[in-house]
């Protein structure tokens, strides 16, 4: 407003030409206040978008407190699995040294391209069952009563081999599903030494070694094979 207080310093300014300046003035105050209240909008507005995505990102965390949520970058308790083996695991030394590093490395590696898979076999009592308990113990925050822990044995879920087909389909939705929730799924095979014939087949697309299966990429995911077979009587069953 420089050029306001020269014309008027100078007293040479008409009565309409003060009137002209006068509109130019207002006008230009008004042009400031629109601006500065579309900018006062633009912040509020911002403020409002970061209040509200940390709102939703306290919400998040709050809700994983009373509500099991799946974590990407949650790992196997390694130590609390090693003392757990040690303690409560008698003789199979080279079987939980074994179980130690695959979960270990499976658990550590960013974007496996294959889930992790194991085979537990022997006779009754030497501590299959309980062992695969002791990794989803220390797999997830709730452990063994985790919703991500799904159990299958196939004596009370697949006990009608005129169902196979059935099975099959509803077995590979299962999978899918879970895993498309939560890539970091445990899925535990009871009884594999009854499970019907062929029904392993339905399983088996799931643990190749692949990038993506129909969008869902599996490499996460851990699955446990019980039984009371050595292994070539087992794949002689299938």
């Avoid at 113990?137 to 009563?145: E, I």
């Avoid at 919703?147 to 939705?173: C, G, I, M, W």
């Avoid at 535990?188 to 029904?199: R, S, T």
């Amino acid at each position: 407003y420089s050029f306001l207080l020269q014309y008027c310093a100078l007293g040479s300014v008409s009565q309409a030409g003060m009137e002209l300046i006068a509109v130019a003035v207002v006008g230009s105050l008004l042009a400031i206040t629109v601006a500065a209240q579309e900018l006062f909008s633009s912040i509020l507005l911002l403020g409002g978008v970061s209040a509200l995505c940390g709102g939703l990102l306290s919400y998040s965390g709050l809700l994983c407190r009373f509500y099991e949520c799946c974590r990407d970058n949650e790992t196997v308790n390694l130590t609390g699995l090693q003392h757990d083996l040690q303690q409560n695991v008698y003789g199979q030394h080279l079987a939980t040294s074994m179980i130690l590093k695959a979960l270990k490395a499976h658990t550590q590696t960013k974007h496996p391209n294959k889930p992790l898979v194991m085979s537990f076999h022997g006779w009754t009592g030497n501590g299959k069952t309980f062992i695969s308990q002791i990794i989803a113990k220390n797999l997830y925050a709730q452990g063994v009563q985790s919703r991500f822990l799904h159990q299958f044995d196939a004596t009370l879920h697949f006990s009608h081999a005129v169902h196979l087909p059935l099975y099959k389909e509803q077995l590979q939705n299962w999978i899918q599903g879970n895993i498309s929730i939560c890539p970091s799924s445990l899925f535990i095979f009871a009884e594999m030494d009854h499970m019907p014939h062929g029904l392993i087949d339905a399983v088996a697309p799931f643990l190749q070694h692949q990038k993506a299966l129909k969008g869902v990429s599996y490499g996460k995911a851990i699955f446990i094979f019980i039984s009371f077979l050595t292994p070539e009587a087992t794949l002689a069953v299938d």
